[in-house]
């Protein structure tokens, strides 16, 4: 069945929405990242995307304080922005943390994914950025020439099972998800395809759910901005989804 991921997205410790990852684009949501979490557990969430930006931006994660308190209400944290050292992925794991997503480093680090991947296996997630299907690094502030394809193809080979895919163009304009390009890399990997970028309705994430019936891989979707504008009703997806 389709996983929906709510997305908390952190910056300086306060629940924010990047427009297309721009940092002069920002909106408050939440002061305490708590409340919402609290929310989306209460709809029947039992994952939760985490984005530490300014670890994204930094190179270095900010926002542990809010890690373990999110771990701490029982909810499965999948965490990105900042990880790209073995000591900063162990911390994350000792922190609860039950999936690690790798972005920066992954595009030109193969043997720290072989290791991480050697090191704590299905809990490594290589997650792939990209803007007209090239990959984005850096808190998506540089374009590289590294085609997604081409990524993910890679990170398969290095024995990585779930990689998270986002389409920067789609990111928070509530414009509707890139479905073919999701279904056309979950063709081309074995590895778990969970979408992200542009879900902006309740039949989005229906949507994504029978394209999951169809492709078994295409297992989850992170939903954002729309749950924030109360465009996506999450114990109405998950009703729809158990069916």
């Known amino acids: 069945m389709m996983t929906i991921y709510p997305a908390i997205d952190l910056k300086n410790g306060r629940v924010v929405r990047l427009l297309q990852g721009r940092a002069d684009r920002e909106t408050v949501y939440f002061e305490n990242p708590v409340i919402p979490a609290k929310l989306w557990k209460e709809a029947g969430a039992e994952w939760l995307h985490i984005v530490d930006l300014d670890g994204a931006f930094t190179g270095q994660p900010r926002n542990w304080d809010v890690v373990e308190k999110v771990v701490e209400l029982g909810l499965k944290v999948q965490l990105g922005g900042g990880l790209r050292d ?5 911390n994350a794991v ?40 090239k990959v984005a690094v850096r808190g998506w502030v540089s374009t590289t020439d590294v085609s997604a394809l081409d990524l993910a193809a890679k990170a398969a080979e290095l024995g990585v099972q ?44 229906i949507r994504f759910g029978e394209l999951n019936r169809e492709q078994p891989n295409l297992s989850g979707c992170i939903v954002g901005k729309a749950l924030y504008e109360k465009r996506v009703d999450l114990e109405k997806a998950f009703a729809a989804l158990s069916r």
């Open 86 to 90: 073995v000591e900063s992925v162990r």
């Open 94 to 133: 000792n922190r609860g943390v039950d999936r690690v997503v790798i972005g920066t480093k992954a595009v030109d680090g193969e043997d720290f994914i072989k290791e991480l991947v050697d090191l704590f296996g299905e809990k490594i997630a290589v997650g792939i950025d990209a803007k007209q299907g």
């Open 162 to 205: 779930t990689i998270i895919y986002t389409d920067i163009s789609r990111d928070g304009m509530l414009s509707g998800p890139n479905f073919e390009g999701q279904m056309a890399l979950a063709k081309s990997v074995p590895c778990s395809i969970i979408a992200s970028g542009g879900v902006s309705s309740t039949e989005d994430v």
